[in-house]
Structures are given as C-alpha cells and as structure tokens.
C-alpha cells in the first residue's frame, strides 16, 4: 500500500510506531543532553550536540520501522536532518524563552519542549521527508 493511501488507522499505528521510536530517540537524546550538561556544557550547546545525535537515530529506526522511503538513503537523511531542524529551532527557541524569561529549570525544559516537537516531527516525517 503506497504511503500516500494510507488509511486513518494506518496512520494512527504508523503514528504509535513512531511514538515508540521517538521514545528511544528522546532517551539517547536527553542521555547525551543531560551528560554534557551535567559535565559543564552550556545548555544549548548541549542541545544541539544531542539533537545531532538523535536525529541520526531517529533517522535510522524511522526508516526501518516506521516509514517506507520512496527516496534514496542519502536524500531521506538530508530531509530527516531539514526536517528535525526545523524542531530543532523551535525546541532551541522554546527552551531559551522557557529558561531565561519564565525561570524554568534547564533540566525540566527539554521535556516541556517535547510537547510541542513530537507533533511537528512526525508530519514533517510523514508529509515530506520519508515521501
């Protein structure tokens, strides 16, 4: 069944699918988060090198477990990269204005920013780069 036919319930199991990679993408994401924060890294600095990491994960279980790629390998990893760095800005944006105007703690911050990044990432997955 071509990925663009795909039926609601489809795309609700491909959702949960995406779901349960996500929560091992936000697992290596928030370890390499909170290593580097917790070694004296800045926070955003830390969250940048973790989202360079995650999105490869996320990107290598997406492909294999949730998404059929009509693209080549090397395309669908540059639009999964564009994709997660458009969440990436936002998350970056979010987690600035979180922490330094409404004092939120920079370890609480990531998971605030999640409710926001997982709805984004996986229409930008699904809608464009997985296509």
């Not at 939120?104 to 990044?117: G, K």
Request: glycine share 6%.
């Amino acid at each position: 069944m071509r990925k663009d036919s795909l039926s609601s319930k489809d795309s609700l199991i491909q959702f949960f699918k995406f779901g349960l990679v996500g929560l091992s993408n936000t697992a290596v994401g928030f370890g390499v988060y909170y290593v580097l924060f917790f070694c004296g890294v800045n926070y955003l600095i830390a969250n940048i090198v973790s989202w360079l990491v995650s999105v490869f994960n996320a990107f290598y279980w997406n492909n294999k477990y949730v998404f059929q790629s009509g693209s080549g390998w090397w395309k669908t990893l540059l639009r999964t990269y564009i994709s997660y760095g458009a969440s990436l800005l936002v998350s970056t944006l979010l987690m600035y204005v979180l922490v330094e105007f409404l004092e939120v703690s920079p370890v609480i911050a990531p998971v605030l920013c999640l409710l926001v990044t997982v709805p984004l990432n996986f229409l930008l997955n699904k809608f464009w780069a997985f296509k």
